[in-house]
T-cell receptor, first 112, second 110 residues
Framework: DAMVIQNPRYQVTQFGKPVTLSCSQT?????MYWYQQKSSQAPKLLFH???????NEADTPDNFQSRRPNTSFCFLDIRSPGLGDAAMYLC???????????FGPGTRLTVT | QKEVEQDPGPLSVPEGAIVSLNCTYS??????FMWYRQYSRKGPELLMY????GNKEDGRFTAQVDKSSKYISLFIRDSQPSDSATYLC??????????FGSGTRLSIRP
């Protein structure tokens, strides 16, 4: 089945220790998104790639970076995680910008 | 004021009831609207995607958009315990990202 896959599902990291979250997709969609979702809150868009073009949201902290080495994979790097970065991180894809978005299962990040 | 407002609930109804979930939005440029279902500790699952005003039906689900009042609704008929989840609404224009509401928690009592 075509889908969006996120690894790992649960990640524990220490305060200040870099962490990388992974997303892959078999939908062959052009656009990949990273969202941060905290408990009982709306998903908050961090950035997205349209093909290789990177689009950063204005309020995304510099601590968050992303890489998209090819169509199928996208990574979220958190350079120095703080306690406030503990959240669910959601990857989503869409065929084109403005299209329906399909989400992965998420990675729940805990910072100790 | 948030661009998309949703009552957080929780909303609890008996099995078999008709559920009405609602959102209001403030951006008159929104043209596309969607509803996602999110089970606890899982990613959102797209339920309904609509363009402009009107109704769209898919099985037990009906999405309704009233652009004149900036109001979007999701109706669930013959509700089941498996419908218990958080429901996120969202909207966007061709020039914007999706703006989500913060979700309504729904519980269906057997």
């Amino acid at each position: 089945d075509a889908m969006v896959i996120q690894n790992p599902r649960y990640q524990v990291t220490q305060f200040g220790k870099p962490v990388t979250l992974s997303c892959s997709q078999t939908l062959n969609h052009n656009v990949m998104y990273w969202y941060q979702q905290k408990s009982s809150q709306a998903p908050k868009l961090l950035f997205h790639y349209y093909d290789k073009d990177f689009n950063n949201e204005a309020d995304t902290p510099d601590n968050f970076q992303s890489r998209r080495p090819n169509t199928s994979f996208c990574f979220l790097d958190i350079r120095s995680p703080g306690l406030g970065d503990a959240a669910m991180y959601l990857c989503a894809t869409s065929r084109d910008q403005g299209g329906e978005q399909y989400f992965g299962p998420g990675t729940r990040l805990t910072v100790t | 004021q948030k661009e998309v407002e949703q009552d957080p609930g929780p909303l609890s109804v008996p099995e078999g009831a008709i559920v009405s979930l609602n959102c209001t939005y403030s951006n008159s440029a929104f043209q596309y609207f969607m509803w996602y279902r999110q089970y606890s500790r899982k990613g959102p699952e797209l339920l309904m995607y609509t363009y402009s005003s009107g109704n769209k039906e898919d099985g037990r689900f009906t999405a309704q958009v009233d652009k004149s009042s900036k109001y979007i609704s999701l109706f669930i008929r013959d509700s089941q315990p498996s419908d218990s989840a958080t429901y996120l609404c969202g909207g966007y224009s061709s020039a914007s990202k999706i703006i989500f509401g913060s979700g309504t928690r729904l519980s269906i009592r057997p």
